[in-house]
């Protein structure tokens, strides 16, 4: 092989890699992008989640704040996520 062949080869090995990286990083870019811009919108929509334990009865979870979110049918002592829009209207239940 002579060195001219070898820079040819050289040379198509860096642009595959360039290409490569270049696609891994906006790959990436636009994952992140994406995960960002639904946490932005949920947040401006005033949406968020409350975690906790269903109580003994059943029928509710205390939050760290003090209120309490019914959530009956739930198994009581398991980890449930309750998402919660603005006004505090319960939008799901999610059992862990």
Do not use: P, W
């Amino acid at each position: 092989m002579t060195r001219e062949e070898y820079n040819k080869r050289a040379a198509a090995r860096k642009k595959k890699s360039i290409i490569i990286k270049s696609s891994l990083g906006l790959a990436a870019f636009f994952m992140f992008a994406g995960i960002i811009g639904k946490i932005d919108q949920d947040t401006y929509a005033g949406i968020h989640s409350v975690k906790g334990t269903v109580s003994a009865s059943g029928n509710y979870i205390l939050d760290e704040n003090g209120r309490t979110y019914d959530v009956t049918g739930f198994q009581s002592g398991s980890e449930v996520t309750v998402k919660l829009d603005r006004q505090g209207n319960i939008l799901s239940v999610v059992s862990k």
